[in-house]
């Protein structure tokens, strides 16, 4: 079957601008994460929705994002006025449940000029 | 918190040699997964071996074993036979499995950029 899905791939932003990524994910998978990447770091957790309720909000990392799966299936991460240092791979995994495995989509490189 | 360590930037080995990759990590939990992920040039993270913390035998999959060590916090990754494909950032990972409305969210290592040599 078709696995977790992101797009764009890539997005390049001017500094300031709005942008808007999406993950579609795994039929059937309640659970869905969003992870930021730096360059050369290991992804770090932003936030998790069960089916349509986004359960944990912690790792955002300002008030200029935000998460949102409003029929409990694709998901969209919105960044609002970006900066430099949101530059990053964004990265979406869904998981049958919150314990099972997560599988992660390709990503989408975010590089902010 | 618990937090993941590699200390390994990157690796090398030669085709069909065997390489370990290292990885610690810090929890006051006693249950708990710990995962090795592959992440090739097309950034899709892909599961390579998981290991269960109440298991005391190390997993394998395949040329993909683990070492884990639970009383030293160690968690490393042997591959056997080293193929031209194996190259990429190999992540560790550490996930709770605590009940109620937790996360358990992923936490990832900085991760080790293995090349494999023709």
């Known amino acids: 079957g078709a696995g977790v899905s992101q797009s764009p791939r890539y997005k390049v932003a001017k500094r300031g601008q709005d942008v808007a990524l999406r993950c579609d994910p795994i039929?059937?998978?309640?659970?869905l994460f969003w992870y930021q990447q730096a360059l050369g770091q290991g992804p770090e957790f932003l936030t998790y929705f069960q089916n349509e309720a986004q359960l944990d909000k912690s790792g955002l990392p300002s008030d200029r994002f935000f998460a949102e799966r409003p029929e409990g299936s694709v998901s969209t991460l919105k960044i609002q006025r970006t900066q430099q240092e949101d530059s990053a791979v964004y990265l979406c995994?869904?998981?049958?449940?919150?314990?099972?495995?997560?599988?992660f989509g390709p990503g989408t490189r975010l590089t902010v000029t | 918190a618990q937090t993941v360590t590699q200390s390994q930037p990157e690796m090398s080995v030669q085709e069909a040699e065997t390489v370990t990759l290292s990885c610690t990590y810090d929890?006051?939990?006693?249950?708990?997964?710990l995962f090795w992920y592959k992440q090739p040039p097309s950034r899709q993270m892909i599961l390579v071996i998981r290991q269960e913390a109440y298991k005391q035998q190390n997993a394998t999959e395949n040329r993909f074993s683990v070492n884990f060590q639970k009383a030293a916090k160690s968690f490393s990754l042997k591959i056997s036979d080293s193929q031209l494909g194996d190259a990429a950032m190999y992540f560790c990972a550490y996930r709770s499995v605590r009940g109620g409305g937790a996360t358990n969210k992923l936490i990832f290592g900085t991760g080790t950029l293995l090349a494999v040599q023709p």
């Open positions: 039929s059937g998978h309640v659970s």
């Open positions: 995994a869904s998981s049958f449940t919150r314990d099972s495995e997560q599988y």
């Open positions: 929890t006051s939990e006693s249950d708990y997964y």
